[in-house]
Each structure stands twice: as structure tokens, then as C-alpha cells.
């Protein structure tokens, strides 16, 4: 089952746009290796699409030049988000090279310009700086869907953000505790929680939140940690 433009456009997509998010929703059914178990056309269009989507309810992404989705997967949300924004250029970052292959099809499917994927650890990815091909203080907004706790993201995002840049992260329920270890690993990383968003993607999803963190300071010397250390021996 296809995805109309008709639908697309209801989500306030451009007809240009709404073209390649039908293509890439069609490539991604005929994934043999999807990475995700939601590839059906009209499942996909809530679960993937319309999520991603909703990360535009934070202002300071629909505003950003360069983007970095951490933990792509499939390519989502960085994928919708090129194409929904492209005076953007919208980095899908992940560390297994299946998955960034994956990425590679469906932008070449959607003709999505604006996007590339890098295979590499958020970790290796910001010690390297902007001028000798990393990611270091280079972005103004880094996203991640699915991906791990606050002080995680937190860790990750921070040295690859330029000062006034965002984290803007998907997560589920609130939880208290979790928000307060994310908020302890922001304080020591120069950075700050901003807000968090309450979203409702599509009409049966729940508990849907967005948490924006902001970079006020230079990220301290040591980070980023060696890869892994961040997940084994969180901060917060």
C-alpha cells in the first residue's frame, strides 16, 4: 500500500517534498536489511514521518543550518528532516556500516540532496575538528530518536554542538529520573536543559516529548570520552 502525495501534503509537506518522502517510504518497503520492523507505507508514515515531523515544534531546529542525527538506524528523523528542510545539511550518523548502507539507498531513492550518512561513533565523530573532516563544535542542532537516556545524549551532543546549538531529543514518557541525571550531565558539559515539548505526532500516540537541551559554554577538556565510556560510566 502506497502513501498518496494527498496525505503528505497534510502534513505540511511541499509537493516536491511530499515526492520524495512517497519515494523514500517506497524504497524503504522494498528494504531487504530495514533496520527497523515498521516499513510498511502507511504504518511508516505515523511512526516514522510524522514523528520525525514533530521535532519541528522546537524553533531552534527549523532554523538550523547543519544538522547531526545520532543513531540514524533507518534514517529517522534525520531523513524527513532534510527533506522538510533544505537549506539544511543534515549529517545521519551511525557506527555500523549495515545501517548507514541502508541510509544511503533511501537517500538516493529520495534524491535527498541535503543529506549524508557517516559511519562513525558520535564519541569519534566530535574529537575531530570541523576543519579536518570531524564534527567538532560544527553544528547547530543534533538530534536523536530511540537512542539512549538524556545524560547519554547529553554527552554525545555536546562537544559536536557550536556554542547557542541544541540537543533536541525524542523520548517517551517523562521520567523524573532521568531527566535529573540528564540535567546533572548538562551542567557539567555547558550545556542546559531549555524546555521540553509535549507533542502528539498522530492521533494514537501518547506521552510523546521532546527535551531541548542548549550549549552555553565550551565543552570542558576530556570530552568526549573515549568510545563507550559514555554508556558504560554515564555522567549525572
Not at 51 to 73: K, T, V
Not at 90 to 107: E, F, M, N, P
Not at 178 to 194: C, H, T
Request: avoid cysteine; proline fraction near 6%.
Amino acid at each position: 500500500m502506497s502513501v498518496s502525495r494527498e496525505t503528505l501534503a497534510g502534513l505540511g509537506l511541499s509537493v516536491a517534498a511530499a515526492g520524495q518522502i512517497q519515494r523514500i517510504l517506497g524504497a524503504l518497503a522494498a528494504e531487504p536489511d530495514p533496520h527497523t520492523t515498521v516499513t510498511e507505507p502507511q504504518a511508516a508514515l505515523e511512526v516514522h514521518v510524522a514523528d520525525s515531523l514533530s521535532g519541528l515544534e522546537a524553533g531552534e531546529l527549523r532554523a538550523a543550518h547543519r544538522i547531526a542525527d545520532l543513531g540514524s538506524g533507518a534514517g529517522f528523523p534525520g531523513l524527513v528532516l532534510a527533506v522538510a528542510l533544505p537549506h539544511a545539511q543534515v549529517d545521519l550518523v551511525d557506527s555500523a556500516g549495515r545501517k548507514t548502507a541502508v541510509v544511503d539507498r533511501l537517500i538516493q531513492a529520495g534524491d535527498v540532496s541535503n543529506a549524508r550518512s557517516i559511519t562513525t561513533r558520535a564519541e569519534e565523530l566530535g574529537s575531530v575538528p570541523a576543519a579536518l573532516g570531524g564534527g567538532r563544535d560544527a553544528y547547530d542542532a543534533v538530534t536523536a530518536r530511540a537512542v539512549g537516556p538524556l545524560a547519554l545524549l547529553v554527552e554525545y551532543a555536546a562537544p559536536l554542538l557550536r556554542e547557542g546549538g541544541v540537543l533536541v531529543a525524542w523520548k517517551g514518557a517523562r521520567d523524573a529520573d532521568e531527566e535529573a541525571a540528564g540535567d546533572a550531565a548538562a551542567r557539567e558539559l555547558g550545556m542546559a536543559a531549555a524546555e521540553v515539548l509535549s507533542v502528539q505526532p498522530f492521533e494514537s500516540s501518547e506521552n510523546r516529548h521532546l527535551h531541548v537541551f542548549r550549549k552555553r559554554s565550551p565543552t570542558p577538556p576530556g570530552f568526549p570520552r573515549r568510545p563507550g565510556m559514555a554508556r558504560k560510566r554515564p555522567l549525572g
